[in-house]
């Protein structure tokens, strides 16, 4: 199925070096493996703004890593929705917006906290 025409995709950004000594590198578009996890701090999936599975709750209370692939099939029941991971950190933060199946790119990057 395409992506529908009348969501919004917004500007793709260049990932890179990470602040977080300790972590790894800022992908430009997330791998289907990649984490929704930052250890402390907020890592959720959101359809239209609103989470729908929070990573870092899935992580502690039911021992069970949230990945983009997790994402990317909650996503697949609902394609013509906008859907974003959204990562807040120390030290850094990230959005990805979904913008085609298994196309989940990097559309912002903030400090974080701390």
Same mark, same amino acid.
């Given at each position: 199925m395409a992506h529908p025409k009348h969501l919004k995709h917004r500007e793709p950004i260049e990932g890179?070096? *990470?602040p977080c000594l300790n972590c790894p590198p800022i992908p430009s578009v997330a791998q289907m493996d990649k984490l929704i996890a930052v250890?402390?701090?907020t890592a959720e999936v %959101? %359809? *239209?703004g609103k989470m729908v599975i929070d990573g870092e709750k899935e992580a502690q209370e039911h021992d %069970?890593?949230?990945t983009f692939e997790d994402a990317e099939q909650a996503a697949e029941k609902y394609p013509s929705h906008d859907w974003t991971v959204v990562l807040h950190g120390p030290l850094h933060g990230?959005?990805?917006q979904r913008q085609?199946? %298994?196309n989940w790119v990097l559309v912002e990057r903030n400090e974080g906290f701390a």
């Open positions: 890179g070096l *990470n250890g402390f701090g %959101r %359809r *239209n %069970r890593w949230v990230e959005t990805y085609g199946p %298994r």
